[in-house]
């Protein structure tokens, strides 16, 4: 005799209106400046990544971590 139909409709627009705050807005753009040095090669280099990433020496190609990286986002 009851109506189960009404339910569910009521239950489906009470979802609908508790939408999600729109918190995820563009993420603000990161940039790097990667301070490396190679020891092997005595030479320093800087590079620009949007990450604190490795980078290969430019002379022996050897990966290394930054020893100092600045944020220098927009
Ligand atoms: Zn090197």
Not at 43 to 58: A, F, G, V, Y
Request: negative net charge; proline residues 8%; charged residues 25%.
């Amino acid at each position: 005799m009851s109506q189960m139909s009404n339910g569910a409709i009521a239950r489906t627009a009470f979802e609908s209106s508790v939408t999600a705050p729109a918190m995820e807005a563009d993420p603000p753009h990161l940039w790097f400046e990667n301070y490396y040095f190679c020891r092997r090669c005595n030479l320093e280099w800087i590079d620009e990544w949007d990450c604190m990433c490795d980078d290969e020496c430019p002379d022996c190609g050897t990966p290394h971590t930054p020893y100092h990286s600045r944020d220098v986002s927009a």
